[in-house]
Each structure stands twice: as C-alpha cells, then as structure tokens.
C-alpha cells in the first residue's frame, strides 16, 4: 500500500507539473503573439531584401518581442494572483478551478523573475550589440558573386557580428562586477560581503535585479505623479469632448477654405519651380514648399478632428466624455489617500512596516476586507498606475525621443522602449506594496532567488 500510495503522488506530481508547464506555455504565447504585432505596428519597415542587415533585425525584433512580453506577463501577475486568490476563496471545492493554485502562482513568479533577469542582463545588451555591430575586421565578409557565395558571405558576416556581441557582452559583464567589488570594498570591507559576490545565483543577480528594481521605483515615483496629472490631457484627445456654444460647420467650412488656400499655394510653386531654379532661387522656394506641406498636414489633421466631433453621437459627446473624466477623478484621488493613509500607518504603526515575512499562501485568507469588489477595485488601481507611469514616462522631456511612431520607429528605440517598460513593470510590485493594495509575499513562499520575491520585503 505504501509503494502504490508513493507512486500514486508520483503521478500526481507529474501531472501537476506537466499542467503548470503547459499553462505557463499558452500564457506566454499569448503574450508573445501580441507583443509581436505591436512592435511589427511601430516598427519602420525596411525592403524586403533578404541580407546581412535584414537577418540582425529580425533576430533583434524577436528578442525585443521576447522582452515586452515577459514585461507584460510580469505586470499582468499581480492581477492575476488577486483574482486567482479570490475564486480560490469563493470556490474551494471546485473540480474545475483545480489547476488554479498556489504552485502555479508561484512557478509564475519565479519564471517573471528568471525572464527578466534574462531579458534585463543578457538578451536586451546582445540584442543592441547586436544591432550596432559590424564584424571584426578580419571576419567580416568579402563581396562575393554566385547565390551560393553570397549566402556564405552572409554567414560569414554574421558570425563575425555575433562575436564581437559576446566579446562585448564579456567586456560589458567584467565592467559591471569590477564596479560591485569595488563599491562594496569602499562602503563594507568584510570577508563575508566579499564572499557573498562570488555566489552569482544565489546573491549576485538578485542583488543586481533589486538594484535595477530600485531604480524602476525611483522612476516610477518620478514619472507616477506626471502621469496622473497628464491622463486628463491624453484621455481628452482621445475622447470627443462635448459641443458647447460651438459650431461645427461653421469652423469645418473655415478650415475647408483654408485648406484649399494652402493648395492653390502649393500647385502655384510646384509650377514655378523650374523658373526659379534657372534664376539659382530653388533652395528658397524648397523650403517654402516644405513649409506649406507641414502647414497643410496640420490643417488636414485639425479637419479630421473637427469632422469626427462632428460625426459622433450625443451619447458619445455628453456622457462618455464626463464619465471618462469623473472615473479619471475618482481613481486618481483614491490613489493620492492611498498612499497618504499608508505612509501615516507606517510613521504611527511599527507593526505595518514590512518584515519580508511569509503570507498565509493563496487561497487562505482575502487581500480585501470588501471581498470582491475590494479586489476588483485594487485590480483596477494597479492597471490604471501602470498605465499612468507610461505616459508620465513619455511625457518627460528626457524620454520624449522614446515615443513610438507607427511604423516609423527603429530597433534601437524598440529596445530602449523595451527595457524602460521592463523596468518599470519591475517596479510594479513594490508600487502596489507603496499604494498598500497587494502584499505579494501572500503569494510568494517560493526559493528567495527571485529579485521581484526579494523587492516587496525589503522596501
């Protein structure tokens, strides 16, 4: 009995771990797919003649896709194990929600924390590297006629790229290690903070991850406040607001006319601008020309905008506006009460400030005292901070080249846009910690390996 008992939980502990491999397969190809057709959406396309160059962007694309999709996992966890712990809670017995427990939660944890690590480490840098390489000198590959010849030399040329990316990523890793043993000889010079530098997995990049984590953190708390205030802008131009005391007509006829001004300009200088060039005046009428074009794509623009507030409904115009914004009110200044309440329990209460203790594990107890609805409302906090820190994120000025354009934006700017989202979704836990909606070590009972395990305790 004992022998059948201990390969029945075999089984049991096979198929459980088969159950949770397959899960976390679909949800990441999920994820994969459609970080894929978003960056193929801003991506600038490029010919579609297969070279050397056309073979390093596409391997750069798939590692940038890799990146934003385990950044969107990482953000989309934190929903997913409230409401996973809250129909744990209200279905117990369910044959059904089985599949739906704490080991899942926590092998979810624990692969965000090892994709990121891997994105934020090795695969982002390469894939920079990658894109910005040439080849050593005496590896590139030579012009060469014959499909046959040329293939070669393409793999030729690759394989130099691909060895000066790793001779680089060397290089880039003994740099970084330099700086920790130094920094850590001037501020704790001790045997036991030395030897610890040694253990790469079990310190090391935990370690490095809270230090990348505290630097998402710091720019979250930057970027956080902007972007609360800017959501009401964005959200207007993206809504149609009502129409009061405005006529739409009239204003669409005026930018009609306007419209058609700039156009009979701009047939006139194109006809001119071969007599002008024979009297050495068509560098002035280029850039006159140049500067009715942009003139007349912001009058189109400004037409397009005035035709679709035209074209919307009354019910679009006079309520969906003022209840977006009246939503946009309420969630911003439940956020600000949040983080007042919290940060006056933390200076009050000793017992409030976080140990890095052990939660009672999902599925025991609820992170709401409202039950579900408390969640719902937590899940919809978290969104709504992570959505404010990217535009808060794009609206600083120093970040203000990261912005995407569609279809016009080049690999190095993906990668930038991938690693800072990577970063700030690193952030996010110690975020929900701050704004005291989630305790994710009542999730968390996992190996401390992880540096999104390690952050929410130790801030």
């Known amino acids: 009995m004992e022998g059948q008992d201990e390969v029945s939980a075999r089984e049991q502990h096979f198929h459980s771990q088969v159950r949770e491999s397959t899960i976390c397969f679909l949800l990441f190809a999920i994820l994969y797919i459609v970080s894929y057709f978003i960056i193929t959406r801003y991506k600038r396309k490029s010919d579609e003649q297969e070279d050397e160059d056309a073979i390093v962007n596409r391997i750069s694309l798939f590692l940038s896709t890799f990146t934003l999709a385990v950044s969107a996992g990482a953000v989309l966890l934190l929903p997913f194990s409230i409401i996973s712990n809250e129909i744990l809670l209200s279905f117990p017995q369910n044959y059904y929600i089985q599949w739906l427990n704490g080991s899942l939660i926590h092998g979810l944890w624990n692969l965000a924390s090892l994709f990121s690590n891997l994105c ?26 014959g499909e046959n010849q040329l293939e070669e030399g393409y793999e030729k ?6 060895l000066e990316t790793l001779v680089m990523l060397i290089l880039l890793a003994l740099l970084i290690l330099g700086i920790v043993w130094v920094a850590s000889a001037l501020i704790d010079n001790d045997a036991a903070s030395m030897e610890s530098l040694y253990d790469l997995w079990e310190f090391y990049l935990p370690y490095l991850y809270s230090c990348i ?40 006829y005026i930018i009609t006319l306007e419209e058609e001004a700039l156009q009979r300009r701009l047939n006139g200088l194109h006809c001119c601008v071969w007599a002008f060039s024979s009297c050495g005046l068509s560098s002035s009428v ?3 020309i140049t500067e009715l074009e942009q003139e007349l794509d912001n009058v189109k623009t400004l037409k397009t905008k005035l035709e679709r507030r035209k074209k919307a409904s009354a019910w679009e ?23 007042a309440c919290n940060i006056l329990c933390l200076l009050v209460d000793e017992t409030a400030m976080p140990k890095g203790t ?9 992170l709401s005292a409202f039950g579900f609805v408390g969640a719902a409302l937590e899940i919809i906090l978290i969104f709504y901070l992570m959505v404010s820190s990217v535009v808060g994120f794009y609206s600083l000025r120093f970040f203000g080249n990261f912005i995407p354009k569609k279809d016009d934006t080049t690999m190095t700017k993906i990668i930038g846009n991938c690693v800072s989202i990577l970063v700030l979704s690193s952030a996010l836990p110690v ?6 909606l989630m305790w994710p070590p009542l999730f968390i009972q996992g190996p401390q390996l992880s540096g999104m395990q390690a952050v929410p305790g130790r801030v």
């Open 120 to 145: 934020l480490f090795v695969l982002m840098p390469f894939a920079f590297f990658f894109l910005e390489s040439e080849g050593f000198a005496g590896l590139k590959k030579t012009k060469v006629k």
């Open 157 to 162: 040329g690759i394989r130099a790229r691909i």
């Open 213 to 252: 984590s505290l630097m998402g953190c710091l720019l979250l708390l930057l970027c956080t406040p902007v972007g609360l205030s800017r959501m009401f802008t964005v959200m207007g131009q993206l809504l149609v607001k009502p129409t009061i005391l405005e006529d739409l007509d009239e204003q669409i």
């Open 286 to 288: 280029e850039h006159n």
């Open 317 to 339: 115009r006079n309520l969906v506006y003022p209840a977006v914004m009246v939503l946009l009110l309420i969630e911003t200044s439940i956020s600000v009460l949040l983080v």
């Open 358 to 366: 052990r939660g009672p594990g999902i599925g025991n107890a609820s």
């Open 431 to 436: 975020m929900s910690r701050t704004l005291a």
